[in-house]
């Protein structure tokens, strides 16, 4: 069971074990920011809080944010997460496309759309400029970095990083799907750093065990990125 967190009047965190997922709110309708891991009632649950008309949107399509899926007949996700969510987690629903750039208004709420692959290929971020808040998924956060595996790829997350720094003048908070909540921005360009040392071979690993693959897990102080071998 997911604990409910009030961020605002318009704006909770469910809390599971490990990982979260955000309502947000307008005027006219309502957004789910992901949908759980072991949670599988997350309409539900964002029901006690809104009446008003409620969509998902998943910021990629890892297991841990996918859990409620079920519930919606449709979900908004970046196509080039098609493969996970389809292929790797096989998985069903209709997925409506959102691309970079794209903007979905709640009503008096804006939410910009910024693709962010490095962690997934379709990974995304949510800006949300009226209250200064970037809704980060996975890629920033003072957790486990999940680099290892298919579809991951250190060197565009760099570039996804690098970019968001472009728009670091629009937000003041940072809400991560993993991790501390909220993290400052400042913790966007030490991860730039960290994500650099690993591929210029400057960081120490250590080998480790996840979920029976072989990996290497870099504890660069701000994060531990977990790597192939």
Request: net charge negative; glycine share 10%.
């Amino acid at each position: 069971m997911a604990e409910i967190r009030k961020i605002d009047g318009e704006t909770w965190s469910f809390e599971e074990a490990g990982v979260r997922f955000f309502l947000l709110t307008g005027t006219e309708r309502a957004l789910l920011i992901d949908s759980g891991m072991e949670t599988h009632n997350a309409k539900e649950l964002a029901r006690e809080l809104t009446d008003l008309p409620l969509s998902l949107l998943n910021t990629h399509a890892d297991p841990d944010h996918i859990g409620s899926n079920g519930e919606f007949d449709a979900f908004y996700m970046h196509p080039s997460e098609c493969v996970n969510f389809y292929g790797k987690q096989k998985r069903m629903g209709q997925a409506e496309p959102v691309w970079d750039g794209d903007v979905l208004d709640l009503g008096g709420r804006p939410l910009r759309i910024i693709a962010m692959p490095g962690h997934t290929p379709g990974s995304i971020a949510v800006l949300d400029g009226k209250n200064r808040r970037l809704f980060s998924g996975d890629p920033v956060q003072d957790g486990r970095i999940f680099m290892f595996g298919e579809g991951r790829e250190m060197h565009a997350y760099v570039h996804s990083l690098r970019r968001l720094m472009t728009f670091a003048g629009s937000f003041d908070q940072i809400f991560p799907s993993h991790g501390n909540c909220p993290v400052s921005p400042a913790l966007i360009p030490e991860l730039i750093r960290a994500a650099e040392d690993i591929l210029a071979g400057k960081a120490s690993g250590a080998p480790a065990n996840m979920f029976g693959t072989a990996i290497t897990a870099y504890d660069m102080g701000m994060a531990v990125f977990l790597c192939d071998e």
